[in-house]
């Protein structure tokens, strides 16, 4: 809603600062992205029953020496490129850009999955992939297992993703073997991924540069499903150019 506030941001991909009084952006579309086999990542709903994808959670991982984590507030943190740290991840691609595409505002990730703990992280990372296949780091969002409940956010100000109280009283451990859902927000961001490039979702549950691992031994697995019954996507913010 339009306020007496201006609110500046900063377009990666397209390097300019911009300004609004209104928020969301006006015109801000939600594109829905679903992922799907063999590592894809479209549009299109999953139309098969069945489908999941096995990922053994890799405790290397990591992104950055100086993750946003763990950086002074407003403070400088550099990411390099994703390419190896991703060969740690569970990856989903789109097909190359036909046109530019602004993403600006809140990604909000829907999973569906089962693993073999009853307690975990998980991880998304949204990633810009360049034409010669560079990958980007762009921002991402992070749930503990034990609170993917959602309740109303009680803010007078509520962000637009799914709220988690973190509270003791709504944790609820994963009972291994059955798909749970969990829904929540990444950081909120505005770049411009431009014709040609992919976009890429990256899914973890740990990075070794910025938390401890949980659980703390073992080898845990998670199964994101991408089926009919269970699907898993993404929702991006898009405002239109």
Do not use: C
Not at 112 to 119: M, R
Not at 141 to 164: K, M, Q, S
């Amino acid at each position: 809603e339009p306020t007496d506030r201006t609110l500046r941001y900063y377009t990666l991909g397209e390097g300019l600062w911009k300004e609004t009084d209104t928020w969301p952006i006006p015109g801000t579309e939600t594109l829905r992205l679903y992922l799907g086999e063999g590592g894809a990542l479209s549009s299109g709903a999953p139309a098969t029953t069945k489908g999941e994808d096995a990922y053994v959670v890799d405790f290397e991982a990591r992104t950055a020496t100086d993750p946003r984590w763990l950086g002074p507030l407003f403070g400088d943190t550099w990411y390099g490129s994703q390419n190896a740290e991703d060969q740690k991840r569970l990856v989903y691609e789109s097909a190359p850009l036909q046109t530019d595409l602004e993403v600006t505002g809140y990604p909000v990730v829907t999973l569906h999955l089962s693993g073999t703990e009853p307690d975990g992280a998980v991880i998304v990372y949204l990633e810009d992939v360049e034409p010669l296949g560079r990958v980007r780091y762009v921002t991402e969002g992070v749930l503990r297992v034990i609170h993917r409940r959602t309740r109303e956010d009680p803010a007078e100000w509520a962000p637009p993703v799914p709220y988690h109280s973190f509270r003791s009283e709504d944790a609820e451990p994963l009972v291994p073997g059955e798909v749970a859902e969990m829904a929540f927000g990444l950081e909120p961001t505005s770049v411009l991924f431009r014709a040609g490039h992919r976009i890429r979702i990256a899914i973890a549950g740990h990075d070794a540069a910025a938390f401890r691992r949980i659980p703390a031994t073992g080898s845990p697995e998670l199964r994101i499903q991408r089926n009919s019954a269970y699907p898993s996507f993404i929702e991006l913010p898009v405002v239109p150019r």
